[in-house]
C-alpha cells in the first residue's frame, strides 16, 4: 500500500471542509425556503426558485451535482497527483463557499 503523501491529505481535508459548507448551505436553504426566494441575491438561484414554485428542491439539486462534479474532478486530480489542476479546482470551490459563508454572516444565518 501506498502511504498518502502529505499533499495529499492536505487536498482531502480541505474537500472535505467544503463539502461540509456545501452542506451546510443546502440545510439553510430548506431551513430558510419560505423567505429564500425574496432575499437570495444570486439571480441564477433566484431563477431556479421561481422555477421550482418558490420551493428549493431543484435549486439543491443542481447545486449538489455542481459541486459533486468539482469534487470528483478533485478527487481524480488528487489520485492522479496533478497538483495544478488539484489546487485550481479546491481554490475554486474554497472561494465559492466562502462567498456563500460570507453571505450567511452578514445576513446572520
Known amino acids: 500500500m501506498v502511504k498518502p503523501k502529505k499533499k495529499q491529505i492536505i487536498a482531502a481535508a480541505v474537500l472535505v471542509v467544503v463539502l ?7 440545510y439553510r436553504c430548506v431551513v430558510d425556503q419560505a423567505i429564500l426566494a425574496s432575499v437570495e441575491i444570486n439571480p441564477i438561484c433566484a431563477w431556479l426558485i421561481k422555477l421550482d414554485a418558490g420551493r428549493v428542491a431543484i435549486l439543491i ?3 449538489t451535482f455542481g459541486t459533486g462534479v468539482v469534487a470528483a474532478f478533485i478527487a481524480s486530480c488528487i489520485a492522479l497527483k496533478k497538483w ?9 470551490l474554497v472561494l465559492t463557499q466562502a462567498m456563500v459563508m460570507a453571505c450567511y454572516g452578514m445576513f446572520g444565518a
Open 20 to 26: 461540509a459548507v456545501s452542506a451546510y448551505d443546502a
Open 61 to 63: 439539486g443542481v447545486k
Open 84 to 92: 495544478v489542476w488539484t489546487w485550481a479546482g479546491i481554490v475554486a
